[in-house]
């Protein structure tokens, strides 16, 4: 059991939180492997530099990855009042999602699974 009473025990795992501002992207139909390739591009960079490697990429994740990246620029302006010259990219990285599965038909009756990966972003800025 944990100790202390339950407003202090929220207390407690509330102080812990990060305050650097983030977005998210839940349920993002492109695999995780396909989208590290992206954000390990991006990683540390700041965020202008960073806007312009996913401008200029040609992969399906990075249109994904540029709109994200736009809404934590936007959620360190307005929720935590930081300059958007001074931040870079702390953090970003790709956790699994679920998977749909279909079925394709192939030859003599047999059926193939297909998978459909999808995967969960989080993009994390810091200021310099």
Do not use: W
Not at 33 to 43: E, G, S, T
């Amino acid at each position: 059991m944990a100790k202390g009473h339950r407003s202090q025990i929220k207390r407690e795992r509330n102080a812990q939180k990060d305050t650097r501002p983030s977005a998210k992207l839940s349920y993002a139909r492109v695999s995780v492997q396909k989208a590290c390739f992206v954000l390990d591009a991006i990683r540390g960079k700041d965020v202008q530099s960073a806007l312009a490697i996913l401008a200029y990429n040609p992969r399906y994740a990075s249109s994904l990855i540029e709109k994200l990246l736009k809404s934590a620029i936007a959620n360190a302006e307005n929720n935590n009042g930081m300059n958007a010259d001074n931040l870079y990219i702390a953090e970003c990285y790709a956790n699994k999602g679920p998977t749909m599965k279909r079925v394709r038909p192939r030859a003599q009756g047999r059926a193939y699974r297909i998978e459909k990966r999808m995967s969960h972003i989080t993009i994390v800025l810091d200021e310099r």
